[in-house]
T-cell receptor, first 113, second 116 residues
């Protein structure tokens, strides 16, 4: 069964600095997709970025980039130039051959002014 | 431009009561999902439907049943509610190529369920 691990329950970052949120995964399937979602205190799930297992380049979306290291089975989210509005829960997720999507436990990011 | 619509948004049940959570999407997606999120925790997959006519168990299916009524609708039923099922329930939908999701899942706003 697939497994997603986020080892940082909470992270702090100074406004305007970059921060890396860790995610490791485990699957036996060579074809899979990796996702990051943001959940602010209001509760909605906001999609941030996607990386396919066969993608040659790391995904980027504005201030978000995904540091994909396939051999190490890691898919870390990098947020550049942090803003106060980035304070939220961040979830890593994966979908593999079953076409389901499972989530890690999440990291609570707090941006300090 | 509704996306994924869940009803109801809030519900209080007594132990042993039954109820059905409704979910509908208007994006013509093949796959639909039900998750629960307990306070301070991540989302755990209850059931999913990779395509119309199919349903599969996720991580925490006990105490729940689902129905993929058609391509648009995917309902979650609690036959005999228990306090342990107090949670926020999210429905989601996604498109896929073959058996792999290659785009994001779109989420409903959630249903906050309390079982007393």
């Amino acid at each position: 069964a697939q497994k997603i691990t986020q080892t940082q329950p909470g992270m702090f970052v100074q406004e305007k600095e970059a921060v890396t949120l860790d995610c490791t995964y485990d699957t036996s399937d060579p074809s899979y997709g990796l996702f990051w979602y943001k959940q602010p205190s209001s509760g909605e799930m906001i999609f941030l970025i996607y990386q396919g297992s066969y993608d040659q380049q790391n995904a980027t979306e504005g201030r978000y980039s995904l540091n994909f290291q396939k051999a190490r089975k890691s898919a870390n989210l990098v947020i550049s130039a942090s803003q106060l509005g980035d304070s939220a829960m961040y979830f890593c997720a994966m979908s593999d051959f079953n076409n389901d999507m499972r989530f890690g436990a999440g990291t609570r990011l707090t941006v300090k002014p | 431009n509704a996306g994924v619509t869940q009803t109801p948004k809030f519900q209080v049940l007594k132990t042993g009561q039954s109820m059905t959570l409704q979910c509908a999407q208007d994006m013509n997606h093949n796959s639909m999902y039900w998750y629960r999120q307990d306070p301070g925790m991540g989302l755990r997959l209850i059931y999913y439907s990779a395509s119309e006519g199919t349903t599969d168990k996720g991580e925490v299916p006990n105490g729940y049943n689902v129905s993929r009524l058609n391509k648009r609708e995917f309902s979650l039923r609690l036959e005999s509610a228990a306090p342990s099922q107090t949670s926020v329930y999210f429905c989601a939908s996604s498109e896929s190529v073959g058996y792999i999701m290659n785009t994001e899942a779109f989420f409903g706003q959630g249903t906050r369920l309390t079982v007393v």
